[in-house]
């Protein structure tokens, strides 16, 4: 099926809720996708940071061939072995007390603002401006973007934002009725918005002191992807949520809220198809690879590189890890240029976000910023 097919049976069929980019993928092997006519693409930006291990990784699909030869589905009604020993792997890796699976990142920071409130009793959550958190009711809620909010309000009572990388305005918001802060290390769907070091640590301080739960939304950049396992672990804290997905499945869907020194009771959260054998299995593949691997490591060394070679072309550029954005004129018509060198990135209004696979090479990297010289 060639690509005009495609397109024309998406515009009938499909809910036109996605401003997609001409491509059809087909298949990926490693840094590499192949659209449905042949042709190959460098695929940097990863499914938006998930398949961290590239694609078909043997790892991942080993595990996906040996547990659907043994059980997909079970549901929580029962004990799943897969599923303890993904919850014990996360435990042991980022410090937290228990795991709760969910489907997606949107789903995990559900889960986060649940308990939030079941554990402290109180209402109010706060989040930053430019924050993206999901799309469900509840994660919406906490996401800035207006033209992601305004269709569907009202929505959930209770949050509000305040200004991302300054503690002072964080401090002045907090009331009696605050139960948690939740934040993105680094802003990805605003286009790689870093804060200033320490700021994290920071946030800990002033929520401790205040009494307040600290949320992380890591579910773009953990498991690697700043050149730390977890973004937090860079400057030495610890927060009392944690939610995770994206590169945890390596495009599998899964995610994870994890925490400590609370839980909720039984049956006040759930879920159908979460925590599947299937989906414990790839994941346990997967991030037992990256940890063996030293995709964390890999990811700041090429990250730093890469990075210094885009702003040598005289683009505004800036990232940690293998987590980059610079800024064009025009971010769809950049990207669209790229895809005709034969790369796949993602853009945030005009900010091209390079999201690559953890594993890539040095080759792979010069091939990238070979693409990119042509087209600026």
Known sequence: MKHAKIFDMEAKYYSQVFSRL?????K?????VWDVDGRRYLDFYAGIAVTSLGHSHPKAVAALKKQGELLWHASNWYYSVPQIELAKLLCGLSGMERVFFTNDGSEANECAIKLARK???KKGIIAFKNSFHGRTMGSLSLTWTEKYRKPFEPLVPGMKFVEYNDVRALEKAITPDTAAVIVEPIQGEAGVIIPDPGYLKELREVTEEKGVLLILDECQTGFGRTGELFAFQEEGIAPDILCLAKALGNGFPIGATLWRGMDFERGQHGGTYIGSPLACAVAKACVETIVKEKLAK???????YLLEKIESLGLTARGKGLMIGFDVKDGRKTVEGLISEGVLCIYSENTVRVLPPLNIERKHADEFIKSLERII
Do not use: F
Not at 22 to 26: E, K
């Open 298 to 304: 890999n990811a700041k060394k090429q990250g730093r």
């Open 28 to 32: 990926g092997k490693g840094a590499y």
């Open 119 to 121: 554990a402290t009793g």
């Open 22 to 26: 001409p491509v059809a993928l087909a």
